[in-house]
Each structure stands twice: as C-alpha cells, then as structure tokens.
C-alpha cells in the first residue's frame, strides 16, 4: 500500500512535486484532511527506501518557487510518508538600486550652489574641484538636464580623472556651450561660479565620469 505524503500549499492548486534520491517522483493530486481543509497528496510507491534524501518542489504561476531538502521519513504503521526538512537554500534578493538625490535647483547655478553648500568639497586642491565639479554634472544631470556632461580632457592637459577640473558643458537646450562653475580654482579665492566659456564641442562631450 503506497504511503500518503499531505501538504498544503498555498495556492492549493500550486504544482508539488517530491522527488526521492532513489529515483522517481511523486506529484501532488487534490486531497480533502477530514477537517473539511483542503491540500494535495503524493503516493509514495510501496518498497520505497525509508531514511533518504528528498526534494520537495512548489511552484505556481506569479510566485517563487519553493524547493526544500530533507530526510523522506515512511512510517509503515500508518502508511504516512512526512519530509524531515534539514537543507534550507534562501533565494537571493533582488539587489535595491540606490536612486540619486536630487539636488533642489531650477538653474543650473542653483544646483551648483546647493552642491557647494553641503561643504563636503574644498575649491582649494584640484583634486576638491574635480570632485565638486563631478557632483554638479551628475546633479544636474540628473535633476535639471541630461544633456549636461563633462568636458573629455587629455593625460598632458589640466584635467580631473579624464575631465575638466573646473567646467561642464551642454549639448542642447539654454544653457547649450562649455561652462565653468569655479572662478580661480584651485586658489583661496576659489567660488561656485556658472560663466559662458565657449560654444559646446560635442566630439568632447561624455557622461559620466
């Protein structure tokens, strides 16, 4: 007489599935327990090994699939085949992808000063400029115009990781041209500035840094 192993899944009608190590599997049919609660039944063949390995499968249309790993336990006395569980696997969470802060700003002088007033950057070094003048591109990139970029620079000529120390320029709209956003960088009388330097050079244009 085969062995009845009970689950109940929710969906009821989810798709189970046990399968032993000693080959073979088991699929879930409709099953009613007397207290009126409805679940599915797998019948274990007669002569299947007690004490080994098996996988349990769930799976349903617009949910995770569950799989569980454990002994088969058969009990002769009662034809009731249970699944001692003793293998869990979590599934990986989908990775969150952090969203930019938006910079308050309507111009894009505004977005500079606020960018300038967090005071996490010091116009003083040229390596403070270019990392101030990377957080204006990508703030105002991201929250004013995304045809804002940096100004591509070579090894030889005065840059900040590839780009412009002290300028930004837009491809399109009304602000279109090169502009630099500090007045005497890399000085003590350094200042956010956003002053017209020249028309745009899309072949140097590039985003982001």
């Known amino acids: 007489m085969p062995y009845s192993f009970v689950i109940y899944p929710t969906p009821v009608d989810a798709t189970v599935t046990l ?37 349990l499968d769930v799976s349903a249309p617009s949910y995770l699939p569950e799989r569980l790993r454990g002994f088969l336990i058969l009990d002769a006395a009662s034809d009731v085949a249970r699944l001692q569980v003793d293998d869990v696997v979590l599934e990986l969470a989908a990775a969150e992808v952090p969203q930019p802060p938006v910079v308050p700003g309507s111009t894009p002088l505004e977005i500079i000063n606020n ?36 100004i591509r620079k070579e090894p030889a000529q005065n840059q900040w990781n590839g780009h412009a120390v002290d300028a930004i320029m837009f491809l399109a709209g009304g602000w279109v041209g090169i502009w630099d956003i500090i007045t005497s ?25």
């Open 19 to 55: 399968t032993p190590d000693s080959g073979g599997s088991y699929t879930g049919k409709p099953y009613t327990h007397s207290s009126g609660r409805k679940g599915q039944v797998c019948a274990v063949d007669d002569g299947t090994p007690d004490q080994q390995g098996a996988t």
């Open 115 to 150: 960018v300038y007033a967090t005071g996490q950057y010091s116009l003083h070094t040229k390596e403070g400029c270019g990392k101030f003048t990377e957080a204006c591109c990508t703030a105002i990139h991201d929250s004013l115009a995304n045809t804002c970029g940096h």
């Open 185 to 209: 960088s890399v000085s003590p009388e350094a200042r956010p500035a956003f002053n017209y330097a020249g028309p745009a050079e899309p072949e140097k244009w590039y985003y982001p840094a």
